[in-house]
């Protein structure tokens, strides 16, 4: 299904949540600076699965930014939930990597997708550790800080970097399987525990792949569409069922598409 929308109303859209993403971000590091956990007010939404008052404060800070612009079209925050429109839905994750955020590690960001007929047509993401924003528009690129970015050419896989994300809801032990056969090709690994970021890593050279079983929407839209526009190699379900249920998300490296082709096999891609 094509989008409704033409090239200078996703533009616009994508100017301001560029805009929003900076602030909110930003608000949310000077409040972490100035907080200390026993000050972040956290809940338990399950194991090792948490909710601050900063999240809350910052959905609605972007809610307001982007719907007050464009009213619209429909929103799906992480904390706040609702369900895709008509027109226009954006799927936001405040702070994606909470727990990092919580316990001081930079490694966290703020992900705004716009989606459109089904189509993600906007990918925007707040990078704490760097302070830039990642943002690309489908069909224009990838860009940080309004330059292009690119996905690494690597073709040696004793010279890729992977980055392996893992949730509770899939099996730790497939998990580990996976991890060892990179392991034995010659592949160095990290987990770090936010979709948004490692997928712009991958958008950015900085990482060779980025896989997970499971994922929500609105981890994994804005990294996987600026993924993409740099030239990465980019499977997942079609968004429609993502907005629903969630589901896997590969990125890598065009180059190593041989060495990744098993997961698409055990995704289901």
């Known amino acids: 299904m094509s989008s409704a929308f033409d090239a200078a109303t996703i533009r616009a859209r994508s100017e301001v949540a560029i805009s929003v993403a900076l602030e909110v971000g930003r608000e949310a590091a000077r409040f972490r600076r100035g907080s200390n956990p026993g000050t972040l007010a956290v809940e338990n939404k399950g194991l090792q699965d948490f909710v601050t008052i900063a999240d809350r404060r910052a959905e609605q800070a ?5 719907i007050l612009r464009f009213p619209d079209d429909t929103f799906m925050g992480e904390e706040s939930g609702g369900g895709s429109g008509e027109g226009g839905t954006w799927v936001v994750d405040p702070i994606d990597g909470t727990t990092n955020y919580i316990r001081g590690f930079r490694h966290w960001g703020v992900s705004i997708a ?3 007929g089904g189509t993600v047509e906007i990918g925007v993401v707040y ?3 760097q302070d830039q924003v990642f943002h ?6 990838a860009l940080k800080d309004g330059l292009p970015v690119h996905a690494a ?25 996976l991890l060892r056969r990179l392991h034995e090709r010659g592949m160095d690994y990290r987990r770090t525990g936010a979709a948004a970021i490692d997928l712009v890593r991958v958008a950015e050279g900085a990482a060779d792949l980025y896989y997970e079983r499971h994922l929500n929407a609105w981890d994994m839209l804005a990294g996987a569409l600026i993924a993409k526009e740099a030239g990465a190699a980019v499977a997942m379900p079609d968004v429609d069922r993502l907005l629903v249920q969630g589901g896997p998300v590969i990125a890598h490296a065009p180059g190593l598409a041989g060495e990744f082709a098993f997961i698409l096999d055990i995704a289901g891609l």
Do not use: E
Not at 62 to 66: N, Y
Not at 155 to 176: C, E, M, N, Q, Y
């Open 127 to 129: 990078d704490a550790a």
């Open 136 to 141: 690309a528009i489908r069909g224009g690129g």
């Open 114 to 116: 716009f989606v459109a």
């Open 153 to 177: 050419a690597t073709v040696d896989p004793a010279r890729a970097l992977v980055i392996l994300g893992h949730s509770r809801k899939t099996s730790f032990d497939d998990h580990l399987a």
């Open 62 to 66: 972007i809610r307001d930014g982007l």
